[in-house]
């Protein structure tokens, strides 16, 4: 669901033509959520309370039902913007802190689960733990962060070694081998949706996709410095400056590494990425699933993409034994080692050179960090000031040893109470789907069976994993934080490498307990749900269930759904890429689909940047049907008896107040032209704004034709 990757619901798809309005109606539902329901007594979309000022740090008060009244602007029509009448007034007064490249509710929620964490870890590193536990460990890897007078001392010196052997480099056999060395599992293209790499390649070391009782090493684009190609790529002002600058942040950081030169080295790596950018697949190719599943023989290498020592380079990464790998994007693979054949070594050894500074900045004196952020946060992100220490320090020791903090998180701060509401609420939301299935008129009867064959094997993670993740093999010195890094760095891609050949582990978790996230796994058919999320605005034991339907119920839904979206659909019940559909079905599903992308095609965040809907195609596909199978989950669990009317609002109200309230965000332009550009999510307000597709938000709102937001009912897209 997460951050704003392609399984995050936090971060992240008017009017359809008449052609798209024809096609979705022959896909058109008859499930009872899109029946007439008989109006609920009570007075539509009533006044909220005054609102009062609050700042990014306040936490908003759900009142005596679970949502932020104040926050809301009752003079808004919700049929005009559904989103400002939820969140007009926390929008008006909330400035976004200047650490930060964008503010909402999941920030708030990460926040609050920083400050925890740091208080567990704290209370390890004062514990007096036993040499080598793991709470020792966490203590260690903290504290030695922290120690900003010890970093200063040692200068370069931590980072010497590496930028010496890069140097020692003569032959394109050790260039291979120098870049092989580099290689980390720092992608994860299904279940977390991160599919960049600024190593040559990234490695994913996952189940396969042609039989997901085996591991796979799947190999995909990287090598840039930059978040997209087409930031290298794009002729526009904006893009023109931050290329300059891009080039002189290289600059700086050969410099401040007393590496001479550094000008003319910077013009000359920056031209040797954007030769790799030009290679590079689209965002939109590198999610098509039928076009990434390309399993190419270990010995083919060579001639399929000549010009890289592969020998040299799987040699030195560990990978000398695999037999056979997944090339995800092998245009761009053969492009990147084309490039390693035929541009100068001693570029390739600049190149290198430079990526080591960048990664080793945190760990580094002050001048390496300030360097860093003035370019990676406020060029490219638009955060005014950097993060305090603490905070970064806790994103350090979790990237580190996360599931080692998550023990000790559940420990504290997960009830056994909020794991079993989260629960029930799963299997009413679960329930919900099954009988939309049941329903659809367009789907045939052997794919309806097809579905719930593969709803029935549906894995659910709730708070956290059933075991925990060994660290007794990850070496921590206090006092070392460079070199900690670089050892938690190897730890975990020696923990990746370690599961080839073995028995593929169904129950792994892909996110720690305390990150504010939830995600889907096609090839586990798996959702997870960390224990930091199960909190307001998305969940409050003491909230109306309508809120909590709506707001976690929302992201369960999300999550089930992307199992069957663009990309899930195309996965079976083993979680096999595989096709369980008639042609006629898959052709009425890909109708409505494209439907969506047209609908999100046509809104415009920025003046010169639309939301590109296939890119975003599966997340708006989990939101509009998430939100309907939680709907009709909170129906179920009312166990047929009447929604309460609460302080004016009906039952259907306040689930979509509760719906529309987590979506709250704010962004720096920067940013919000980054996940316009490279996230599968589209920004909060057009999330929020999926409403206008379902039929139940138009009873509710009284929404009317000539308002912003109305469609007709046959240009409302129906999806499950």
Not at 213 to 238: E, F, I, K
Not at 341 to 350: A, F, R
Not at 552 to 559: A, C, L, T
Not at 655 to 684: A, M, V
Request: aromatic fraction near 10%; hydrophobic fraction near 40%.
């Amino acid at each position: 669901m997460t951050s704003q990757n392609r399984r995050i619901p936090g971060a992240a798809r008017v009017v359809l033509t008449a052609s798209a309005s024809a096609l979705l109606a022959a896909c058109a539902t008859s499930a009872p959520m899109d029946k007439p329901a008989a109006p609920e007594q009570v007075k539509p979309a009533p006044a909220a309370p005054p609102a009062a000022a609050q700042a990014p740090s306040a936490k908003p008060t759900y009142g005596t039902f679970g949502v932020d009244t104040a926050g809301m602007s009752p003079a808004v029509a919700p049929g005009d913007s559904f989103y400002r009448y939820v969140n007009g007034t926390w929008l008006e007064k909330t400035e976004i802190p200047a650490d930060r490249s964008s503010y909402g509710m999941f920030t708030r929620l990460a926040e609050e689960a920083s400050r925890r964490t740091r208080s567990l870890i704290e209370e390890a590193t004062g514990a007096n733990a036993p040499e080598g536990s793991e709470v020792r460990k966490l203590g260690d890897l903290f504290a030695s962060y922290m120690d900003e007078a010890g970093i200063e001392a040692k200068g370069l010196a931590p980072l010497k070694p590496e930028l010496d052997r890069i140097a020692a480099i003569n032959t394109r056999k050790e260039l291979a081998a120098a870049l092989g060395e580099t290689l980390r599992a720092d992608v994860d293209a299904l279940n977390t949706g991160d599919v960049t790499s600024d190593r040559l390649f990234g490695l994913w070391v996952t189940e396969d996709l042609n039989e997901p009782s085996r591991y796979a090493a799947y190999l995909l684009q990287g090598g840039l410095g930059l978040p997209d190609r087409d930031y290298y790529l794009v002729d526009n002002a904006r893009f023109n400056e931050v290329r300059q600058k891009y080039q002189q942040h290289i600059a700086a950081m050969l410099g401040l590494a007393g590496i001479p030169d550094a000008e003319a080295k910077a013009r000359r790596i920056f031209e040797l990425e954007r030769n790799i950018a030009r290679v590079h697949w689209t965002q939109v190719d590198t999610q098509d699933v039928a076009k990434v599943n390309n399993p190419w023989p270990r010995s083919e290498l060579s001639n399929r993409a000549p010009g890289l020592d592969w020998e040299a380079y799987l040699g030195a990464a560990g990978l000398g034994q695999q037999r056979e790998f997944i090339i995800w994007q092998p245009s761009a693979l053969t492009g990147i080692a084309k490039l390693v054949g035929s541009e100068p070594v001693q570029t390739w050894k600049d190149y290198l050179a430079f990526h080591a500074i960048a990664r080793g900045a945190p760990f580094l004196p002050k001048a390496f960090v300030d360097e860093s952020f003035a370019f990676n946060g406020r060029v490219l992100s638009g955060a005014q000031q950097l993060r305090e220490r603490w905070k970064r320090g806790v994103d350090v020791t979790g990237e580190a040893m996360g599931e080692a903090i998550g023990k000790l998180y559940v420990e504290k701060y997960f009830p056994p109470e909020a794991k079993a509401e989260a629960d029930k609420m799963v299997r009413n939301i679960v329930t919900a789907l099954g009988q939309r299935i049941d329903a659809l008129a367009w789907m045939s009867p052997e794919t309806k069976a097809r579905a719930k064959e593969k709803l029935g094997t549906l894995q659910v993670g709730i708070g956290h994993p059933e075991k925990w993740r060994d660290y007794s093999g990850l070496e921590i010195v206090r006092g070392d934080a460079y070199g900690n890094a670089q050892r938690a760095s190897r730890f975990e891609y020696q923990r990746n490498l370690a599961k080839l050949g073995k028995p593929v582990d169904r129950s792994e978790w892909f996110m720690p307990p305390q990150l504010v996230n939830a995600l889907n796994s096609p090839q586990q058919n798996s959702i997870i749900f960390p224990a930091a999320i199960l909190q307001p605005p998305f969940f409050d034991a003491s909230a109306d269930p309508a809120v909590n339907y709506g707001g976690i119920g929302s992201v369960i839904g999300h999550e089930i759904v992307h199992s069957f979206d663009d990309v899930g659909a195309q996965f079976d019940a083993r979680g096999k890429l595989a096709n369980w559909w008639t042609k006629e079905d898959a052709e009425k599903f890909k109708a409505a689909g494209q439907a969506l992308v047209a609908q999100y095609n046509a809104y415009r965040p920025l003046p010169d940047l639309a939301i590109n809907g296939e890119l975003t195609l599966g997340e708006n596909i989990a939101d509009i049907a998430g939100v309907a199978i939680a709907l009709d989950g909170y129906r179920l669990s009312l166990g047929g008896k009447p929604a309460p009317v609460l302080e004016g609002f009906s039952g259907k109200q306040r689930f979509f107040l509760g719906f529309g309230q987590i979506w709250r965000n704010k962004y720096r332009e920067p940013t919000l032209r980054r996940i316009l550009l490279t996230d599968g999510h589209s920004p909060g307000e057009f999330r929020a704004s999926t409403v206008r597709n379902i039929d139940a938000w138009y009873q509710a709102f009284e929404a009317k034709p000539g308002q912003t937001l109305y469609l007709t009912p046959e240009q409302r897209v129906r999806i499950w």
